[in-house]
C-alpha cells in the first residue's frame, strides 16, 4: 500500500507535472498556473505513450519491454523539462481562494469520494478493463479477445489506441490491480484533470477576475452533475465511465483544445509574445491531438476537425492565417496515425 | 440527402434527451451573440459553436461518418465538439454580472442551477450506477468464484450467467470464457448454442453438460434461481463451491493440473 501510495505520486503527479514544465514556459505569464502545468503534463504523456507504443506494436514487443523504455523515456524527459524550466516556476500563479473556489473545490472532492462507493455495470468495461487486464497480466498487447481471453491475432481496429494498455501500463507503475487503478485512481485522476482545464477555461474568459472564474467552475460542476439528460452527453460518460477513453476525449482533451482556441483568441500580445504564443498552441495542440488517439480511435475524427474549425474561424478574425499553418503542421502525426489506420483496416 | 438530415435530426433528438439544457444552451448562445462585446470571446464562444453545428449538420458530415467510415452508432459523438457547458456556463455569468443587485444576482444563479437541476438528469442516479460492492468495483460473486477457480500456471474455462460473464476478464486473465460480452449485445447477435442453452429459462441438464464439453468448460456457474431440467451431477459435473447467490459446478472428466 505505501508502495503504491509513493510510485502512485511519483508516476501520477511528480513526472507528468515535471513534463508540462517546459512547454508551459511558452504561455503568456498570466495563464500560467500549477493546474496548467500538470494538464499539458499528463496529456503530453499519453501522446508520448501513443509515440513509443506504435514502434512497439508492430515490432511484436512485450508490454513489460515497453514499459521499461517508456518509464525511462519519460521519467528522463520529465527530470529534462523541470530542470530547463525551474527558473520559470517562480512565475507561476497560484488560484486565489475565495468563497466560490471553496465550493468548488468541495464539489470536486465529493465527487471524487463518491467515484471510489460507486460500481458501473456500463458493458464497455468488458472492453476497456479487459484489455487492459489482458495486457498486464498476458504482457501481449491487442492478441488476445478481451472479452473471452481466446487469442485473435492483432485487432487492428482497435490496436492503433492503446487506452487500455496505458492503463495496464498505469497499473503496473503504481503495482496496482488493473480495474482499482481505473476505477479509483485513474478515475479519481481524470476528474481532477478535468476540472483543471474548466478552471483554466474560466481562467482566460474572466481574466483578472478570479471569483468570476470560480463561480464559473462550480457552474462546470453543476452542468456535469446534472449532465446525464441522455446516454450520449459528455457529463454522462464523466460520471459513469471516467476513466474509459472515450470519456478522457470527451472531458479532457475537447475542452482542452478549446481552451487553446480560447486562448488564441485574445489580442493581448505584441511581436515575441506572439511566436510564443503560437508555438505553445502549435506544441499543445499537436499533444492533445495525439493523447485523444491515444485514448480512443474516436479522437482520430474529432480533434483535428474541431481545432480546424477553430483555426479557420480564428485565422479570419485575427487576420492571422499562420494559426492556420500551425494547426496543419501540428496535425501531422495525428493525421499520419489516420492513413496508418485506413491503410491497415 | 433527406437521409443524411433526418440522420442528424435524430441523432440531435436523441443526444438533447428532454431537451431542457439543450434549449438554455441556444437561449446562451443567443444571449452571447447579442450581449458580448469581447470579439475574441464572440469568435470562440458564438461563431465556433454554431459552425460546429452547421458542420454537424450539412450532409456532408453524415454522408463520411454514417455511410463510408459505417459509424452511425458512434455519429453523436461529433456533439461533443460544441462546447454546451462552457457557452451556457459563461453566459449565465455574463448576465448575471449585469445586476445591480447583489440579492437579485443570488436568487437568479439560485434559480439558474435549479433550472438545470430540473432539466438534467443527476449521472449518480444512472442505472448503470451500483454501490460499489468492494476496491475492484465488480462483483463480490465474481471474484469469490474466480479466486476459487484459479490454478497458478494455467488458465481455465468457465460459462458464466449472463449477468456475470461481462465482469470475469475484468478481474482475472487466467480465467477463459466460452462466450463473452458480445453474447450479451442483442444488435451484435454473436450468440452460439452453449450461450442459448445457458440463457435459456430451463436449461436441460444432459444438453448443457454436452455443450460444456464440447466448448473445453471445466466449470460452470450457475445461479440458484436458474432451472435446470435433471441434475448436473449426473453428467459429471460435481458442486464444488458455492456462493449466496450461484453454484460452481467442475467437471469431473477434466483435468486442471499443471502440465
Known sequence: MILTIILGILWLILVPFGLGILPCRLLPKKYRSPGMIFALGCLLMMALFECEYLPALFVEMRFQTLCLIFRITVGLLSLISAIIGAPEVKSISFPKWNVFFIVFVLLVVIQCVARWFQGVTDGDDAFFLGTAVNTYYGNYMYVLDPYKGIHTGLDIRHALSPGGVYLAFLSNSIKLHPAITAHIVFADLMLILHYVVFCNVGKVLFVDEDKKASLFACMVCVFDVFGNYSLYTPGTFLITRTWQGKSVIANICIPFAFYLLLLLSKKEETGKMWKEKRLFYGIAAGITMLSSVAMATTGLMLLPPMLFLGAIILSIYRKKWSILLTTLIASIPTLAIGVIFLLLL | ?259
Not at chain 2, 72 to 97: D, G, K, N, Q
Not at chain 2, 170 to 178: D, E, R, S
Request: a negative charge.
Open chain 2, 1 to 259: 440527402m433527406g437521409d443524411l438530415l433526418k440522420q442528424s435530426t435524430q441523432t440531435v433528438l436523441a443526444y438533447a434527451g428532454n431537451g431542457l439544457l439543450t434549449l438554455y444552451f441556444l437561449v446562451a448562445l443567443v444571449y452571447l451573440l447579442a450581449r458580448e462585446k469581447d470579439k475574441g470571446n464572440r469568435s470562440v464562444l458564438t461563431v465556433y459553436p454554431i459552425a460546429a453545428i452547421m458542420l454537424f449538420f450539412i450532409p456532408f458530415t453524415p454522408y463520411i461518418i454514417c455511410e463510408k467510415a459505417g459509424e452511425t452508432e458512434t455519429f453523436y459523438r461529433f456533439l461533443w465538439l460544441i462546447p454546451m457547458t462552457t457557452v451556457s456556463a459563461y453566459a449565465t455569468i455574463l448576465f448575471l454580472s449585469k445586476i445591480k443587485y447583489k440579492v437579485l444576482k443570488f436568487i437568479l444563479c439560485t434559480v439558474a442551477m435549479v433550472c438545470v437541476a430540473i432539466g438534467g438528469n443527476p449521472g449518480y442516479q444512472s442505472p448503470v450506477m451500483v454501490p460499489a460492492e468492494n476496491v475492484y468495483q465488480i462483483p463480490q460473486d465474481v471474484i469469490d468464484l474466480c479466486d476459487y477457480m484459479i490454478v497458478p500456471g494455467r488458465e481455465v474455462e468457465c460459462a458464466f450467467p449472463f449477468e456475470l460473464t461481462q465482469y470475469v476478464r475484468q478481474y482475472t486473465a487466467y480465467v477463459v470464457l466460452p462466450y463473452g460480452y458480445e453474447t450479451l449485445v442483442e444488435r451484435w447477435r454473436f450468440t452460439d448454442d452453449l450461450s442459448e442453452e445457458m440463457f435459456k429459462d430451463v436449461s436441460d441438464a444432459g444438453n448443457l453438460a454436452s455443450l460444456l464439453r464440447e466448448n473445453g468448460c471445466h466449470y460452470v456457474v450457475l445461479n440458484k434461481d436458474h432451472v435446470v431440467d435433471g441434475d448436473l451431477e449426473d453428467y459429471d459435473y460435481h458442486l464444488v463451491y458455492s456462493t449466496k447467490q450461484y453454484l460452481l459446478y467442475f467437471d469431473q472428466k477434466t483435468d486442471i493440473s499443471v502440465p
